[in-house]
């Protein structure tokens, strides 16, 4: 049974970086194939996909974030980590990671997800 | 990016109506096989895959979802509303990074 589960800061200040971890199980991140994603949504919003890493380091951003992101994986501790920097307000959202097999169902399991306030 | 868009924006029906909603890609986004997923979303919970490959329903999904589609055109149709479908439903290409969403549609009760 694959879980994944997002921890992190529930609130930050301007231009403080966000760090998020995504702790799984289930699966493992030496799989050919398999990757874990991260996806938010700020409240009343569409979803936006901001990145991805692949079982084989291969890691993909947003273009539009790529200069504040960066995403990690512990394949030991079975974790994902997202960092974000320079967070503003307009940054406030659920953060969702995911798993993804590549080449097949895309984003097909879920954390529950984190939401993250930035504010003074 | 390949942008997607989804129409309508809100949808109202009624139990039992056959719906449908549209996702267009701005480029085509089918090779072999056409890398669109569509989610369902209710609120304060995370979106929950329903469709994958453009036609292929996950496990456990109701036979009611169907998916269809190729090339910038794609659909998702619910032959018979049930009360636990209102929701809101996102489209996804994964053919090219970034993976974009659609803006979704809201479906809502008549």
């Known amino acids: 049974q694959i879980t994944l589960k997002e921890s992190g800061p529930t609130l930050v200040e301007p231009t403080q970086t966000l760090t998020l971890t995504c702790t799984f199980s289930?699966?493992?991140?030496?799989?050919?194939?398999?990757?874990v994603g991260w996806i938010r949504q700020p409240p009343g919003e569409p979803l936006e996909w901001l990145a991805l890493i692949f079982w084989d380091n291969d890691d993909r951003y947003s273009p539009s974030l790529k200069h504040r992101l960066t995403i990690t994986k512990d394949t030991s501790n079975n974790q994902v980590v997202l960092t974000m920097t320079n967070m503003d307000p307009v940054d406030t959202a659920t953060y969702y990671c995911?798993?993804?097999?590549?080449?097949?169902?895309?984003?097909?399991?879920w954390g529950q997800g984190t939401l993250v306030t930035v504010s003074s | 990016d390949i942008q997607m868009t989804q129409s309508p924006s809100t949808l109202s029906a009624s139990v039992g109506d056959r719906v449908t909603i549209t996702c267009r890609a701005s480029q085509s986004i089918t090779t072999w096989v056409s890398w669109l997923a569509w989610y369902q979303q209710k609120p304060g919970k995370a979106p929950k895959l329903l469709i994958y490959?453009?036609?292929t329903l996950e496990s456990g999904v109701p036979s009611r979802f169907s998916g269809s589609g190729s090339g910038t055109e794609f659909t998702l149709t619910i032959s018979s509303l049930q009360p636990d479908d209102f929701a809101t439903y996102y489209c996804?290409?994964?053919?090219?990074?970034?993976?974009?969403f659609g803006q979704g549609t809201k479906l809502e009760i008549k």
């Open positions: 490959k453009a036609s």
């Open positions: 996804q290409q994964y053919d090219k990074f970034p993976y974009t």
């Open positions: 995911a798993h993804i097999v590549y080449g097949t169902s895309s984003l097909d399991f």
């Open positions: 289930g699966f493992s991140l030496t799989t050919n194939g398999v990757g």
